[in-house]
């Protein structure tokens, strides 16, 4: 007797067809044995499965193969960028206690932590553009943009970076104390860097008086020394971590004689020209000026005179806003 043909069991059949166990051929929306019976199919309402997927809508690229054309100011940024990291970093790094790594740091780890921050970044700019113009005014470069190009720039880069670095300064917190620190540096580095232009180059009608930029300095570096106390071990530790590890204990050994000889007709002068209280408090400032350059020897590092830009007393710098007149016209026989 012949054997029954073999069938393979459907498991996804109608509810139907499982009721009444008979083979179901899983038509949608009804299956074959619900039509032929009249009755009711539970695929009833289901979408049949398409033989083909369907069609993807055709792919349109945006208008983005191109890059748009780079603006004029966006060059001179990319001229400043690279002015900074083939020139001014040299300038920067420039102490001769910094090793090789450091100032290596100074070119590439510095430039790329001031990238995540836009007042950190305008500041590098703007230090960039105003050596930029010491090197013009000195014809050690070419001059291919004309000198008032570069000066509107080093104002934009300057003001902007001190207008997002004011509000900040109102926020400071451990994730961006670091750029914090970074900026003060280079606004720091700017307030020395202002060339000294004609009037008809100028852009500020009124200059500054040397007593006034001198206070600038003083209220910048005291102003932003809280910040770095609160976060110190932060900044110290992080991205600018290679700008502390410098060979130099300042504050111990020797002071280069020249200097010594120097800080002492300073200390003359004031005691033969100044009243008794400017005398001590001037006094007093030139001998905490002089800790800052003990050890430092003949390589006259100039982060000694920062730090007793902060260290310095109070009452000093209560005479830098009086502008006390002792402080910048002694007799110039006391001092050659």
């Known amino acids: 007797m012949p054997s029954r043909k073999p069938h393979l069991k459907s498991r996804n059949g109608c509810q139907q067809c499982k009721s009444r166990k008979i083979k179901c051929d899983e038509k949608v929306p009804l299956c074959g044995p619900c039509h032929k019976h009249r009755v009711p199919c539970s695929f009833e309402g289901l979408t049949p499965p398409s ?163 001198v206070l600038d300095w003083f209220r910048l570096l005291r102003g932003i020394e809280p910040a770095h106390q609160d976060y110190k071990h932060i900044i110290q530790s992080g991205p600018l971590k290679p700008i502390f590890e410098s060979k130099v204990d300042y504050g111990t050994g020797p002071i280069d004689a020249e200097i010594s000889s120097n800080l002492n007709a300073l200390c003359l002068a004031f005691s033969q020209n100044s009243t008794a209280a400017v005398r001590r408090i001037c006094v007093d400032a030139i001998k905490e000026l002089r800790v800052g350059f003990a050890g430092v020897g003949e390589r006259r590092e100039s982060s000694s005179s920062l730090g007793w830009v902060v260290n310095v007393d109070e009452e000093f710098v209560g005479l830098l806003e009086e502008e006390i007149e002792d402080i910048f016209h002694l007799p110039q026989k006391n001092i050659d």
């Open 51 to 213: 033989a083909t997927p369907p069609a993807r809508p055709a792919f349109h690229p945006p208008d983005l193969q191109y890059a748009p054309p780079l603006s004029p100011t966006s060059m001179l940024d990319l001229e400043l960028l690279h002015n900074f990291t083939s020139r001014t970093y040299c300038t920067v790094s420039a102490s001769l206690v910094l090793s090789p790594a450091q100032k290596e740091f100074h070119r590439t780890g510095f430039v790329e932590a001031a990238f995540g921050y836009d007042y950190f970044t305008h500041a590098l700019l703007a230090v960039s553009v105003f050596h930029l113009i010491f090197l013009i005014q000195r014809n050690q470069i070419p001059n291919h943009k004309g000198i008032e190009t570069y000066l509107i720039a080093a104002h934009t880069h300057h003001n902007t970076a001190l207008r997002s670095f004011r509000s900040t300064l109102y926020n400071v917190t451990p994730e961006n104390c670091s750029a914090v620190f970074g900026c003060a540096i280079l606004i720091t580095l700017m307030s020395f860097a202002q060339p000294q232009l004609p009037d008809s180059l100028s852009l500020d009608s009124s200059p500054k008086k040397v007593s006034a930029l």
